[in-house]
């Protein structure tokens, strides 16, 4: 089945400087999604992509769908203390109408240093 | 709007027992779909609802099943619990038609603890 590598699994980093992680599929995807997960929470939509190529920015978080339709990377600028967090790419086929099951990396760690 | 909730939050169960998981999308969505979390794999899709027709089904076993209601609430039902089913089930919903059908929202999450 598709598979998703996330990375890097975690990331400690100080408070202002930027972050980038990126996830690769052996499959190609229609869709990719990045999200941010709190403890105790469900994830939350961050960056929704829909074309190769593209480059979409949500504040200070950037993301791109790459060329090869299988990998996918999200930037985000001047890192803050609510930035932690679990993020998680999630790629979809979306072929058809509707909403196929999401594939899920398994997360990138975000802990960021006062 | 309202987000996606889900209820309850917390269950605890004893194996062998069943359960039953209530979701409510977000208004307007007709799509729901429900994932399981558990720290060894991660977020797996468990399957689609739809019209209250499930569409799509990830790979659990049919101890796993759901139903949608005409109002797009679905439920997921897990009979014969085993200890490795204790997670954090994911509800989450999405438009299903025209632009941006593919974005999913999530809800809060249902702790399940199989003991």
């Known amino acids: 089945g598709q598979q998703l590598n996330q990375s890097p699994q975690s990331m400690f980093i100080q408070e202002g400087e930027d972050v980038s992680m990126n996830c690769t599929s052996s499959s190609i995807f229609n869709t990719w999604l990045w999200y941010k997960q709190d403890p105790g929470e469900g994830p939350v939509l961050l960056i929704a992509l829909y074309k190769a190529g593209e480059l979409t920015s949500n504040g200070r978080l950037t993301a791109q769908f790459g060329i090869t339709r299988k990998d996918s990377f999200l930037n985000i600028s001047a890192s803050i203390p609510s930035d932690v967090g679990i993020y998680f790419c999630?790629?979809?086929?979306?072929?058809?109408?509707?909403?196929?099951?999401?594939?899920f990396g398994k997360g990138t760690h975000l802990i960021i240093q006062p | 709007k309202a987000g996606v909730t889900q209820t309850p939050r917390y269950l605890i169960k004893t194996r062998g027992q069943q359960v039953t998981l209530s979701c409510s999308p977000i208004?307007?969505?007709?799509?729901v779909s429900w994932y399981q979390q558990t720290p060894g794999q991660g977020l797996q899709f468990l399957f689609e609802y739809f019209s209250e027709t499930q569409r799509n089904k990830g790979n659990f076993p049919g101890r796993f099943s759901g139903r949608q209601f005409s109002n797009s609430r679905s439920e997921m039902n897990v009979s014969t619990l085993e200890l490795g089913d204790s997670a954090l089930y994911l509800c989450?919903?999405?438009?299903?038609?025209?632009?941006?059908?593919?974005?999913?929202?999530f809800g809060p999450g249902t702790r399940l603890t199989v003991t």
């Open positions: 208004s307007g969505h007709r799509s």
């Open positions: 999630a790629g979809q086929l979306g072929s058809g109408g509707g909403a196929d099951g999401l594939t």
């Open positions: 989450a919903s999405s438009r299903a038609s025209g632009t941006f059908s593919y974005e999913q929202y």
